[in-house]
């Protein structure tokens, strides 16, 4: 059985394009991590969203090591990560017609669906659900660990639980340092933010969680529109786990249409302040950055870079043990709907237990 006192080992992973096998240092890395994942250990893995926390999917003792390790609630399932779709239909009873096109078309890529799932799925995966949620990750090398098992991996994110998402190694060493027993480190998360959750159960197709893939670009895929996701965080959840709370800094955080304002209001205040500005900085913006007491950050005006580089700023401007992270509101549209819905539950107010004082049992 893995140890819980040391440090893990980060194992530096990749896969040059084009190429038909691992580096041999990858594929020691991966013997490794088929090794410490065999003895019902867990390894943080890389994928193009962010790192996940891995163990067997199948495995009920593996499985209830992620939920202690991240400190989550038994009422949140956890994401099946497959190699491929046929891996993916073994672990369902039924699959609908829009989870083969979604499938089909999207995989490797950022979007899971949820089916029924096959009775051979441990319930503590689903959280005693009737179905499971499942993807393949657009990341060669941790495909290949999937491939070399011959078996699912549950992965939910590297992080301790209601705390940002790990898109780098050493987020993952941060959040989580001895409960995890080995890291992959294939560098950042290229999409840098969680998987769109889509409900292939019912028809049309409903989006649990917005996320890379747009509405638009499945709409695409599906050949029919979906049902949007609520956006409304107090809303009863129709996707257990998604909590109002969640991926959240520790500093507070809040979003503002009129960010210049607030963020001189609080300094006018005695407040140190950290600032997301997205667009071009006017001269008030240039003025108020040249106070000592601020910290600006320009952000992309893209949705997809804008996204990639969102949870390491935050991780960084977290470590700065600011008052507050004062955040311009994004703009709106279909390709901003995931940054929107992050940063809202970041901004949720802190109900939950923190980490600090989060048990297996009592955080989310
Ligand atoms: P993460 O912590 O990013 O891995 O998020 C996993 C999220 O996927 C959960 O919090 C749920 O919102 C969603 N999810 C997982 N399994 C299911 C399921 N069976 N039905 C609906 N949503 C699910
Ligand atoms: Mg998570």
């Known amino acids: 059985m893995p140890m819980d006192h040391a440090l893990p080992d980060t194992l530096p992973v990749r896969w040059p394009a084009g190429a038909t096998a691992p580096p041999a240092e990858t594929d020691a890395a991966l013997d490794r991590a088929v090794t410490v994942l065999r003895a019902g250990g867990l390894v943080a893995i890389p994928t193009e969203t962010v790192y996940g926390l891995a163990g067997l999917a199948l495995s009920e003792s593996s499985v209830e090591r992620i939920f202690i390790a991240k400190g989550r609630l038994s009422t949140n399932p956890l994401i099946v990560h497959v190699d491929g779709v046929e891996m993916a239909r073994a672990?369902?009873?039924?699959?609908?017609?829009?989870?083969?096109?979604?499938a089909r078309a999207c995989w490797p890529g950022p979007v899971t669906v949820v089916v029924p799932k096959a009775p051979h799925v441990p319930d503590i995966v689903t959280a005693g659900g009737p179905t499971v949620a499942i993807r393949c990750p657009d990341q060669r090398v941790t495909r290949e660990l999937i491939a070399r098992l011959?078996?699912?991996?549950?992965?939910?994110?590297a992080n301790r639980s209601l705390r940002l998402s790990p898109t780098t190694a050493a987020h993952v060493l941060e959040s989580l340092g001895a409960k995890v027993d080995l890291i992959l480190d294939a560098g950042s998360c290229g999409r840098g933010i969680e998987s769109t959750v889509v409900d292939c159960t019912v028809s049309p197709p409903a989006i649990l969680r917005p996320g890379p893939l747009s509405a638009t670009a499945l709409a695409a895929a599906l050949g029919e529109t979906l049902a949007a996701p609520t956006t409304d965080p107090s809303a009863p959840a129709r996707s257990p786990g998604q909590a109002a709370r969640h991926y959240a800094p520790r500093t507070p955080l809040e979003i503002s249409p009129s960010a210049a304002e607030r963020v001189s209001a609080l300094l006018r205040a005695g407040k140190r302040v950290g600032w997301l500005t997205t667009g071009a900085a006017d001269a008030r913006t240039?003025?108020?950055?040249?106070?000592a007491e601020v910290v600006v950050v320009p952000m992309p005006d893209d949705p997809v870079t804008h996204a990639a580089m969102l949870y390491a700023v935050l991780h960084a401007i977290d470590k700065r043990s600011l008052d507050?992270?004062?955040?311009?509101?994004?703009?709106?549209?279909?390709?901003?709907?995931?940054?929107?819905?992050?940063?809202?539950?970041?901004?949720?107010?802190?109900?939950a237990p923190?980490?600090?004082?989060?048990?297996?049992?009592?955080?989310g």
């Open 91 to 102: 672990l369902a009873s039924e699959w609908p017609v829009a989870a083969e096109r979604i």
């Open 150 to 157: 011959g078996e699912p991996l549950a992965a939910p994110s």
């Open 286 to 291: 240039r003025r108020i950055a040249t106070s």
């Open 324 to 351: 507050w992270i004062i955040v311009d509101e994004p703009p709106a549209g279909d390709d901003w709907q995931a940054i929107h819905d992050r940063l809202t539950r970041a901004a949720s107010p802190d109900e």
């Open 354 to 363: 923190t980490d600090d004082d989060a048990s297996p049992s009592s955080s």
